[in-house]
């Protein structure tokens, strides 16, 4: 394990004009995009609506929206779309490629985890993985609730793809040990697929970026592979969550970061990732390049006239950089999409427009 990964320094750092020089590596025809979280843009203040129409207005084609089970079937019987259905309409309103991610029980965006309380009385023991047999009842109103969405929206020529879960088969963060058995995909995939034969279905796994973090991700998925491991088996698009910046632990004004982001490993590995996709005729995407900080909170810290360790502004520019400017990935990327554009405007809103401006110079140099 290299003690070049971890670096404790100052949480809150000084702005500066670095993500006006950076160059921009050309995107060869990868599609460039965002995913949007309206429960993030809630959890900052924000207003949801007006925040995807300050943020569709950028010129980019793809963005990836999410359905929250917990929103849709608040109730037993219930399957209310409003709060989805506007934000599919003003995206393809403007123009945009939709993914749209059906959950149905893990969707991205904190807590990652939407199962109606009335689906699930208790919640799954830790230390476990969540075989079919043993929710016989949840999978069926899972399975039932992926293909009354597909019914819903199928008609939507925008939507591109559909994808099933967030890291399907990997634990939960720090928040909990459980895990979706292989075979629970399976079944959800299956569902899909009858409802759906045409469109591809995306599904995404976690990047690990340090040895630590791939030390620990391999023991904790041993029995049956991480979710990149299952994307790659079962999915049409394979997309990698990459997250090269986070904070351990912090004391007073300063924190213990794991940087990978040149680790020479996970470049590897990402060009081990698109060998393999072009060599079986998938397409591999960036479905979370890191473009918010990942500090010691759920909420991502907002310091006036200052920036967070774990991604600065000009940190947007040199993820997408370090993925589209590594080996064998000019042009062959399908799409890099940034995370954290709720972020973006937070902090517009408190006076620092860099992180949108970076973004805005990225889509204009990037060709």
């Known amino acids: 394990m ?25 995107r060869q025809g990868t599609l460039l995009g965002i995913s949007f979280r309206p429960l993030q843009a809630a959890a900052f203040g924000l207003e949801a609506r007006a925040s995807l129409r300050a943020l569709l207005a950028y010129p980019y084609p793809l963005i990836r929206l999410g359905a929250y089970w917990d929103q849709i079937e608040a109730a037993p019987g219930a399957f209310q779309t409003d709060a989805l259905d506007w ?10 490629q939709i993914i749209l991610c059906l959950g149905p029980l893990k969707t991205f965006g904190y807590p990652e985890f939407f199962v109606p309380a009335h689906q699930l009385r208790r ?3 830790e230390h476990t993985l969540i075989q079919p047999s043993a929710y016989p009842a949840l999978l069926e109103a899972a399975t039932g609730v992926i293909q009354r969405l597909v019914a819903r929206y199928q008609a939507h020529e925008s939507i591109v793809a559909w994808q099933l879960e967030h890291e399907a088969v990997d634990p939960l963060g720090v928040a909990h040990s459980w895990r979706l058995a292989a075979g629970w995909v399976e079944h959800e995939l299956a569902a899909l697929r009858q409802a759906d034969p045409g469109r591809p279905v995306l599904m995404n796994g976690f990047l690990p970026t340090t040895v630590a973090v791939r030390l620990s991700q391999g023991f904790n998925t041993r029995d049956q592979g991480d979710s990149l491991a299952l994307a790659q088996r079962l999915a049409d698009l394979v997309g990698i969550d990459y997250y ?15 940087d990978g982001s040149r680790s020479r490993w996970q470049q590897q590995r990402r060009a081990q990732l698109l060998a393999w996709a072009g060599a079986h005729g998938k397409k591999l995407l960036i479905s979370e390049g890191q473009a918010e900080p990942w500090e010691t909170q759920t909420t991502p810290p907002n310091p006036p006239g200052q920036g967070m360790s774990s991604c600065l502004p000009e940190h947007l520019i040199s993820n997408y950089n ?5 080996p064998g990935a000019a042009g062959a990327l399908y799409a890099y999409l940034f995370w954290g554009a709720e972020y973006w405007l937070l902090r517009q809103q408190g006076g620092d427009a860099s992180y949108l401006r970076a973004f805005a110079r990225l889509l204009e140099q990037a060709g």
């Open 322 to 326: 370090d993925c589209l400017g590594g």
């Open 123 to 125: 919640p799954f023991p």
């Open 244 to 258: 090269p910046r986070n904070a351990l632990v912090a004391v007073g004004g300063r924190s213990l970061y794991l």
């Open 2 to 26: 290299s003690s070049l990964e971890f670096k404790l320094q100052s949480s809150a750092q000084p702005l500066t004009a670095a993500w006006q020089n950076l160059p921009v590596a050309p």
């Open 87 to 96: 934000q599919i309409e003003a995206a393809a309103q403007a123009g945009k």
